[in-house]
């Protein structure tokens, strides 16, 4: 006589709940009669399974069938029935025993699996290659500070080619000032970047002195220059702060729209950035439409930092998007196949 086929039961659960602890007790009673392997699944570790099933838990799937709470024992037991009732005549239209269950068939490969705890990570993998990236910046100018030169010269070498690290638009640290702006930027400041370093023609986009202004890095008095612009550690500070937000909340606020994107973070870090470099390059009648001008910090941190969170804020919810249908699928891969 063949063997009767084993069930494959999901049961969509959550810690707490008086109602799953019912399901678990009554799939326990009717093992006997209806032989299953059961699968349960926390809905508050998958934020769209969560939204899904919160007011319905708890929800098992048996075959094509879905039950939602409450469940009845009566239910339950017609659900299995007829699970296996079809189980048995697939069975005999197959007119073979099934062979025994082979753990590596149907098994999901590394590569699935890896992708699967991805889609369920990726936040806090992002948030900490955010923060390393922002971070490290900072460790330059604290490693000239207790004379390591050598080390700090490798920071600044590897982020060299991500920004322009003009020694007049970074943040400074351990010096007598935050920030040394050139003359041209019109701040009242103790000390101008000229006069700190006594480099000259700064404003000319040309100068081989810019070229200087870029290698600097500062001294014990004026003290140490961080490896990122002050635009780009806005930026990637508000990345980081709305990545930290949003994995908070969840990962549940609402998406942003584009054309805001364009018009909170694109625009005005388009108007500060473009502008300043196109009055920059000296074009005949250039100056009496766009006059030269030279940001400010305040400025450059402001646009960067609503670019940056901005940015995040339509990139991140695109990407759960995805994430979540990845979620979702090797959920129930999973859960069919243990």
Not at 20 to 39: I, K, M, N, T, W
Not at 232 to 245: H, P
Not at 299 to 310: K, Q, S, Y
């Given at each position: 006589m063949p063997e009767r086929r084993w069930l494959d039961v999901i049961v969509y659960m959550r810690a707490g709940c008086?109602?799953?602890?019912?399901?678990?007790?009554?799939?326990?009673?009717?093992?006997?009669?209806?032989?299953?392997?059961?699968?349960?699944?926390?809905?508050?570790?998958?934020?769209?399974?969560?939204?899904?099933?919160?007011?319905?838990?708890?929800?098992v799937v048996v075959g094509q069938q879905v039950l939602r709470a409450p469940i009845g024992r009566q239910s339950l037991a017609a659900a299995l029935s007829s699970a296996s009732a079809g189980s048995q005549r697939q069975q005999a239209v197959d007119g073979t025993n099934p062979p025994e269950r082979d753990p590596k068939a149907g098994a999901i490969s590394r590569g699935s699996?890896?992708?699967?705890?991805?889609?369920?990570?990726?936040?806090?993998?992002?948030?900490?290659?955010?923060?390393?990236?922002?971070?490290?910046?900072?460790?330059?100018?604290?490693?000239?500070?207790?004379?390591?030169?050598?080390?700090?010269?490798?920071?600044?070498t590897l982020y060299s080619p991500?920004?322009?690290?003009?020694?007049?638009?970074?943040?400074?640290?351990?010096?007598?000032?935050?920030?040394?702006?050139?003359?041209?930027?019109?701040?009242?400041?103790?000390?101008?970047?000229?006069?700190?370093?006594?480099?000259?023609d700064l404003s000319d986009p040309y100068s081989v002195s810019r070229l200087s202004a870029r290698r600097y890095t500062g001294d014990a008095v004026v003290g140490y220059k961080v490896a990122l612009c002050e635009r780009?550690?806005?930026?990637?500070?508000?990345?980081?702060?709305?990545?930290?937000?949003y994995g908070l909340t969840g990962r549940r606020l609402p998406g942003l729209p584009w054309p805001a994107w364009a018009l909170i973070g694109l625009a005005p870090i388009g108007l500060d950035g473009f502008s300043q470099i196109v009055s920059?390059?000296?074009?005949?009648?250039?100056?009496?439409?766009?006059?030269?001008?030279?940001?400010?910090?305040?400025?450059?941190?402001?646009?960067?930092?609503?670019?940056?969170?901005?940015t995040a804020w339509f990139a991140l919810q695109n990407i759960e998007e995805s994430m979540r249908d990845t979620r979702h699928y090797f959920s129930e891969q999973l859960a069919a196949r243990s």
């Open positions: 008086g109602l799953c602890d019912e399901v678990r007790e009554q799939l326990s009673g009717l093992q006997a009669r209806f032989p299953h392997r059961s699968r349960e699944i926390d809905i508050d570790d998958d934020p769209a399974l969560q939204k899904r099933y919160f007011d319905q838990i708890p929800v699996r890896l992708y699967y705890w991805l889609s369920r990570h990726y936040l806090a993998l992002l948030n900490l290659i955010i923060f390393l990236y922002v971070g490290l910046p900072f460790v330059a100018p604290a490693l000239m500070k207790v004379e390591r030169p050598g080390l700090a010269r490798v920071i600044y991500l920004c322009h690290q003009f020694g007049f638009r970074s943040f400074f640290l351990f010096g007598a000032q935050a920030y040394y702006p050139l003359q041209e930027a019109g701040l009242s400041v103790s000390t101008t970047f000229e006069q700190a370093t006594g480099l000259k780009d550690v806005a930026i990637y500070a508000a990345i980081l702060l709305f990545g930290l937000l920059q390059f000296n074009l005949p009648g250039l100056a009496a439409v766009l006059p030269y001008r030279e940001s400010t910090p305040l400025l450059r941190v402001l646009t960067g930092g609503l670019f940056g969170f901005a």
